[in-house]
């Protein structure tokens, strides 16, 4: 079975300010994808990014990049030059061996300060 | 490209009663994912179709919870009788294909209170 742990439940930066959301992860599968969403007020869960297990570089997608460090089982999102609208729920995921079930964390609630 | 939708948005019914949701995924995606997240848990997975058929339905709390994908397009879940537990949000998610990689893109989600 997989775990996904978020150990910060809200989070404060300062607008144009990078952020590091942590994740840590847990899992026996040989083979595994990590994933961020975000969730603004509104409700929809938005992708950002994702890593593959085998990937030898660290995911980038624009502002956001995925800190992957296998062996502490760890894939932190990193938000460069934080804007207001990066204000929402962030959530961690992982997939199973099978690909179609995704294991979520707790959350972090990111608030961006003007 | 429209994205998933979800009906209702929002959904207040009485314990007991019968609560029907409705997901739209993306068009040509054949797999279809629901999940739930209920009050101050995580969000959990609740089952899987590929097409119209169910491949894996182990997050199923209970036989009060029916899926159904007729014709491999929209998904409905129905909560019969729904108990005060099952109020949250549950998200439909669907993916063109299955694979560690694979992106699920999700919906606004269905807000059910149940009282």
């Known amino acids: 079975a997989q775990k996904i742990t978020q150990t910060q439940p809200g989070m404060f930066v300062q607008e144009k300010e990078a952020v590091t959301l942590d994740c840590t992860y847990d899992t026996s599968d040989p083979s595994y994808g990590l994933f961020w969403y975000k969730q603004p007020s509104s409700g929809e869960m938005i992708f950002l990014i994702y890593?593959?297990?085998?990937?030898?570089q660290n995911a980038t997608e624009g502002r956001y990049s995925l800190n992957f460090q296998k062996a502490r089982k760890s894939a932190n999102l990193v938000i460069s030059a934080s804007q207001l609208g990066d204000s929402a729920m962030y959530f961690c995921?992982?997939?199973?061996?099978?690909?179609?079930?995704?294991?979520f964390g707790g959350g972090t609630r990111l608030m961006v300060k003007p | 490209e429209a994205g998933v939708t979800q009906f209702p948005s929002h959904s207040v019914i009485e314990k007991g009663q019968t609560v029907t949701l409705r997901c739209d995924p993306i068009?040509?995606?054949?797999?279809l994912y629901w999940y739930r997240r209920v009050m101050g848990k995580e969000i959990k997975f609740l089952l899987h179709f590929v097409k119209e058929s169910k491949q894996d339905e182990s997050g199923m709390p209970n036989n009060r919870f029916l899926a159904e994908r007729t014709g491999g397009t929209y998904s409905t879940l129905k909560v019969q009788p729904a108990e005060l537990e099952d109020s949250g949000v549950y998200f439909c998610?669907?993916?063109?294909?299955?694979?560690?990689?694979?992106?699920?893109?999700f919906g606004p989600g269905t807000r059910l209170l149940v009282l």
């Open positions: 998610a669907s993916s063109p294909g299955t694979s560690v990689l694979q992106t699920q893109y």
């Open positions: 068009s040509g995606h054949d797999n």
């Open positions: 890593q593959g297990s085998y990937d030898q």
């Open positions: 995921a992982t997939t199973n061996n099978a690909g179609n079930m995704l294991t």
